[in-house]
């Protein structure tokens, strides 16, 4: 059984509120099925808004699971994020809404906004499992098929944790919502749907081997290609 989502006043929907999900399986699906979040952070004198590769431990040691993300340990945001709440919002887009009027023109998606005090992480080993588990969530397996991280690596590398349990969600996966008088005009309603496919591994000019290995084959079936 699912574990009810706990939105705090910060993390309630209040827009839309039919389009809120109420647990955390559809959110931790999501997580599972994007590649990109978006970490908002307030450096000081201005907010910055950053894409970044990602990976949740739903067994991690923060609240509810944990969100992981990194950069250079010279990235500012990085050092601007530590130990202050960030808002990081992970998005798939499913479809274009084309509706009879501008007006109800929409998207259909799936969003998750997790609002939290970040953490760097320090401990070696958990910094080192959450820089694997973000190789793994691009492409599953693919950790294990390499060297170790050097401590030189693991220097260089800046490691926030997230909290997952101050979180929330909404989705939209329906047609278009239009006036009755615009649906009689005879105007063409519909969905354009949107899907993610990726295409035959290219090897590097100085790839040893021109045939990919097989968790790289298998990561590229995932997103549409034949393996």
Known sequence: MSTPLSPTDRTTVRRGRNRAQD???????????????????DTGDHPVVLPVAFAV???????????????????????????????????????????????????NYRSVVVIGEARTV???????????LTVDHMVPGRSATLRPHTRKELAATAVLAVPLVEASMKVRAEGPVD????VEAGVWGGVIPLRRVSSVPVSGDDSHDDVPPDVVRRAAALGGVPS
């Open 122 to 132: 320090e401990d070696p080993d958990e910094k080192a499992h959450a820089l694997s």
């Open 23 to 41: 647990d955390r399986a559809p959110m931790h699906a999501l997580l599972a099925d994007a590649l990109i979040a978006h970490v908002g952070v």
């Open 57 to 107: 431990d739903l067994d991690g040691p923060d609240e509810g699971g944990t969100l992981y993300v990194h950069g250079s340990v010279a990235a500012r945001w990085l050092n601007g994020g530590a130990s202050r709440t960030v808002c990081v919002t992970v998005t798939e887009l499913d479809g274009l809404v084309a509706a009879r009027s501008g007006f109800h023109h929409s998207m």
């Open 179 to 182: 006036e009755p008088e615009d």
